[in-house]
């Protein structure tokens, strides 16, 4: 849920016996979907002229402020959930060297067994959510909700079994077991709010763990899962408190337990297009235990993963607000709109790539000493931020695209693309110049080029082809807006549905 500006005008509308629709002017509630509906050709009455002043441009402006005031909460929460793993980062690195690769060690195989994966799942409930909230279907939030958290606690029992057996299982892949640690040196402002919260307590809680009660590399683990609570438990204070629930919660229903086709056709696909992006790095850090110098590699590509991160804090966030937009507007059977969010947000993600690529530029020299003062680290990592930068020109329009394809719930086509151009271009690319080109450390980088510029041309040719009105029929089939009754209806169509060919523009 996002928090409207303050001169939003909410409409509702209403069809006479004639057919027409007329709209009534209601004060801006916490509810009201997320977007005011902006006047068009087809909303002026039979003989009246649309405002001239309401040109395209003015149209476009005000799309950019909605999903503005949707991405900036979330990129100040995602700067200080960043911040978070940079303190642990920071009380490893106090308990010295093996202590920082192996907590280092155990926050890769988190990410890739654990976290990509619920993660992903969780992506699942964003369209259905969206494109209910805009179809003013609230129930059917409250509902996906409980499917959601279900399927995440059922996806966390094998999770968590595999993480309590993780030393044995290391010590079966790995011989000696240091040789592999030697190698690897629902409202946005209130979300922000616990989030600050949250990380200003994770400070003083690493130090009582970690100094005061002397558990070392533990306590960082357990303050981390003590941060996680009181980020939970300060955003459920907040619903209860705020009471914005009172329209998409009906209570713990045994509706929860049926109906999960929808929401599995979305979230497994989601979980895949995640965790093939994820571990693509994780890959590549394997990769570089096989180059000449293993050691200054992979700690540069710890250094520049890290960079990355960092970066992709500013696009994730467009991209998350751009889902809800889209959602919002088809949910809202107003497929124009939905045309024109994707193309403001499209634009703005080009806007980013460049601001990266200069930000990646400036600081090649000076980045990697605030990690570090090894000359070969510090060459490494100089060498490929300007890479980096030109690979933020591809992923800025690609995890963007990604966001509407979530909106239009179709993230299937989403997994399919990164797929077939992480795995099947970057990667070979990568392995070749890497190791048969003479590029060495320099080459896997430029493999993930590829991947990202080539993810980004066919993000943005399918968007191109997008038809608008069937996305907008296929989410009234999502959320039961053609139903009568308030209970959930059908499932979703397949998503390989054809498009037709017009385009976005």
């Known amino acids: 849920m996002c928090q409207l500006p303050s001169s939003a005008v909410a409409y509702k509308f209403r069809s006479d016996q004639t057919g027409l629709l007329s709209a009534v002017e209601q004060e801006p509630h916490m509810l009201t979907p997320l977007v005011p509906k902006a006047p068009t050709l087809d909303d002026q009455p039979h003989g009246q002229e649309q405002n001239p002043s309401k040109t395209h441009l003015s149209l476009a402006l005000t799309e950019a402020r909605h999903i503005a005031s949707i991405a900036f909460p979330m990129i100040l929460t995602g700067l200080l959930l960043y911040s978070r793993s940079m303190i642990s980062m920071l009380f490893l690195g106090r308990l010295g060297e093996l202590a920082l690769a192996g907590g280092s060690l155990a926050i890769g195989f988190a990410n890739i067994t654990g976290y990509s994966i619920l993660s992903g799942l969780a992506m699942g409930m964003e369209p259905i959510c969206g494109q209910a909230f805009g179809a003013q279907r609230y129930k059917l939030l409250g509902l996906t909700l409980q499917r959601t958290v279900l399927l995440l606690l059922l996806t966390s029992i094998p999770i968590a079994f595999l993480w309590f057996n993780m030393k044995e ?44 009660l002397d558990l070392g590399i533990k306590g960082v683990a357990l303050s981390g899962i003590w941060t996680n609570l009181n980020l939970v438990g300060s955003l459920i204070a907040y619903v209860v408190v705020s009471r914005v629930y009172k329209k998409t919660w009906g209570g713990v229903s045994s509706e929860c337990l049926r109906d999960w086709k929808s929401l599995l056709n979305l979230a497994v696909p ?11 790095y994780e890959i590549m850090i394997l990769l570089c235990g096989l180059l000449l110098n293993p050691r200054a590699t992979v700690a540069s590509m710890g250094i520049l993963i890290q960079t990355t991160a960092l ?14 937009r889209v959602g919002n507007e ?33 600081v090649r020299k000076t980045w990697a000493t605030m990690f570090t003062q090894d000359p070969e680290i510090l060459t490494l990592t100089s060498m490929v931020l300007p890479i980096i930068g ?39 690319v990568a392995v070749w110049l890497g190791f048969f080109a003479g590029f060495d450390f320099k080459g896997l980088w430029l493999g993930l080029l590829a991947a990202q510029g080539s993810c980004a041309v066919t993000m943005l ?4 082809q997008t038809n608008w009105d069937q996305q907008a029929q296929r989410a009234k089939e999502l959320t039961g807006t053609g139903s009568d009754d308030d209970e959930e209806c059908v499932t979703l169509k397949d998503e390989t549905t054809q498009d037709s060919t017009n385009s976005l523009v």
């Open 270 to 280: 989601s979980c895949i297009s995640v965790c093939l992006e994820w571990w693509w």
């Open 330 to 362: 088809l949910g809202a059977n107003r497929p124009e709109k939905a045309r024109l969010a994707a193309i403001v947000g499209l634009s703005s993600s080009f806007i980013l790539g460049f601001l990266a690529l200069f930000f990646a530029v400036m």
């Open 390 to 428: 030109l690979c933020e020109l591809g992923n800025c329009p690609q995890t963007t695209g990604c966001g509407a394809l979530r909106g239009t719930a179709r993230p299937k086509l989403g997994a399919n693309i990164n797929l077939g151009c992480f795995y099947l271009v970057g990667m070979p």
């Open 311 to 324: 970066i992709y804090i500013f696009p994730s966030s467009l991209s998350f607000s751009l889902s809800t």
């Open 169 to 212: 299982i290391l010590l079966f892949f790995v011989s000696p077991p240091s040789a592999y640690l030697s190698s690897n040196p629902v409202h946005n402002t209130a979300l922000t709010y616990c989030a600050t919260l949250a990380i200003l307590l994770h400070i003083p809680i690493n130090y009582f763990l970690v100094s005061v």
């Open 461 to 464: 040719f399918v968007l191109f």
